[in-house]
């Protein structure tokens, strides 16, 4: 079996013989000599090589873990009334905050960052309060979430909420326990249904659709509580992936979470929305749409990168989120 200092000096004569065919693309002629002054180099200082590359993993996983997945981003993307087909330039000023992928444990408190997030939003006051549903990792209400929504209503703050994946793996019918844990808080959940929102003499409809992979999601239930011939103001949809499947000009605007952004991401901004691993996953987590703006068929989206994490309490390049959606 290789020692550590034989496996060194291994992968050092590697970068050395990759470095050398480098080389000899550009500069056949010095090949031996340039060669011979990089092995040297990289074998008098492997160890500094080694110890700077186990400082910079060292530092990025302390990034990752301690630093920002509490540091709390607040976006405020706006919408133009003149851009909205049959909206009414009343509707300028009407604010909308959004926030999403709580992933609470089954027990103890919650990160101070949710507190932070619910702290900023009763400091902005918005016309509506927005939850984008994976409020519990494994699908059983926490107590803390009251302890969270609680001085919204007090507040005086319509909230509607929508169910996500995670909500629903708890024990059978456990998700029920939620509804009716968040009707008591005075949360209004959408399942697949719509409710009226008004703002300076004017009416809007907001709708909430169930989660597309846990839920039973069914459009043609959640338009039918909208008059005929209004295009709704605001649709709640935990997954994205609901772009593609509701009809043309379905709503102004979804909002979605469940992606977190990707949560690590080694693309850095704006790269990191276009280079996101989730457009070229292969399995479940697979998604076209990972953070912020899109449109397709007349629709369009906002995609949060949330609050909390799942799997590895990590984030990186996918701060917390705060959605302030404006209208204009």
Known sequence: MNTFKELERIAAKDFVESLGVEIMKTNPKEYPDQLKKAGVWVLKNRGALTAASASLAGSA???????????LEVSRPALKTEELEGVSP????????????WHLPRKGPAPRVMYTAIEKVLEERPNLVTL???YFNYGTWNPCMSELVRPLIQAGLPVVAVMGNHD????????QRILKAFEREGVEVL????????YNGQRGWIMGIDD???????????????P???????????NPIMLKKIPANFAHVTLSGHTHGGQVNFALPPLHRHLNWLKFARNQHHSPYPLGWYEYNGNRLYVGRGLGTSGFKL??????ELVMLHFE
Do not use: C, Q
Request: charged share 30%; no cysteine; net charge positive.
């Open 61 to 71: 996983w302390a990034y990752a873990s301690y630093i920002e997945p509490h540091w």
């Open 90 to 101: 009343a509707w300028k000023g009407f604010k909308v905050a959004f926030l999403s992928d």
């Open 132 to 134: 984008g549903g994976d």
């Open 168 to 175: 629903y793996f708890g024990r059978r019918n456990e998700y």
């Open 191 to 198: 399942m697949n249904a719509a409710r009226p929102v008004e």
């Open 212 to 226: 597309y992979i846990k839920g039973e999601p069914n459009i043609e239930d959640t338009r039918r509580g909208v």
């Open 228 to 238: 005929e011939g209004e295009r709704p103001l605001l649709l709640l949809s935990h």
């Open 315 to 320: 984030r990186f390049n996918a701060r917390p």
